[in-house]
T-cell receptor
Framework: AQSVTQPDIHITVSEGASLELRCNYS??????LFWYVQSPGQGLQLLLK??????LVQGIKGFEAEFKRSQSSFNLRKPSVHWSDAAEYFC????????????FGQGTTLQVKP | DTAVSQTPKYLVTQMGNDKSIKCEQN?????MYWYKQDSKKFLKIMFS???????INETVPNRFSPKSPDKAHLNLHINSLELGDSAVYFC????????????FGPGTRLTVL
């Protein structure tokens, strides 16, 4: 069965520092992968997605992610974090079958220190 | 313009009551979804409709019944509410099941007392 693991439940970084949030997936075929962000009390906003092609994908708000098939990973990065980036981050993969069902990781809470 | 909207945003009710959450999308999408986010922020699919037809029905108590009066609406009705139903419920939509990108609503925080 497909699954997504985000090993870091909580991460704290200083404003201006670089960020990497880890995501590992379990999927037999080529996965469709996403990163979503959830600000406090808000819905989910799509940051970026990977379907095929270039393994380094650019997203909104200065985020990027790299798909590494050999490591079954899709880590999210940002070179310089802003205080407004403090939020919950979710990695997701589309499940098998043509239903569009998203399988989410447990989420990583990002705290930004001034 | 709100793409995916949900009402109400907050819902507080007593155990045993019946309540509904409404979802509407103005994106012209064919597929709509309900997800549940529990107290640990874990998100899980509940249902999905494509063109008013049920295509995903995860292991959810039959007290939960989705209803899709048309492609733009997917409502969630919950009977005999229990304490464990307290969660945030998110509606989402996509163009169709093969188009993987989903757009999420703002969520409805349900609190059962």
């Amino acid at each position: 069965a497909q699954s997504v693991t985000q090993p870091d439940i909580h991460i704290t970084v200083s404003e201006g520092a670089s960020l990497e949030l880890r995501c590992n997936y379990s999927y037999g075929a080529t996965p469709y992968l996403f990163w979503y962000v959830q600000s406090p009390g808000q819905g989910l906003q799509l940051l970026l997605k990977y379907f095929s092609g270039d393994t380094l994908v650019q997203g909104i708000k200065g985020f990027e992610a790299e798909f590494k098939r050999s490591q079954s990973s899709f880590n999210l990065r940002k070179p310089s974090v802003h205080w407004s980036d403090a939020a919950e981050y979710f990695c997701a993969v589309v499940g098998s079958g043509n239903t569009g069902k998203l399988i989410f990781g447990q989420g990583t809470t990002l705290q930004v220190k001034p | 313009d709100t793409a995916v909207s949900q009402t109400p945003k907050y819902l507080v009710t007593q155990m045993g009551n019946d309540k509904s959450i409404k979802c509407e999308q103005n994106l012209g999408h064919d597929t709509m979804y309900w997800y549940k986010q529990d107290s640990k922020k874990f998100l899980k699919i509940m249902f999905s409709y494509n063109n008013k037809e049920l295509i995903i029905n995860e292991t959810v108590p039959n007290r939960f019944s989705p209803k899709s009066p048309d492609k733009a609406h997917l409502n969630l009705h919950i009977n005999s509410l229990e304490l464990g139903d307290s969660a945030v419920y998110f509606c989402a939509s996509s163009q169709d099941p093969s188009v993987k990108e989903q757009f999420f609503g703002p969520g409805t925080r349900l609190t059962v007392l």
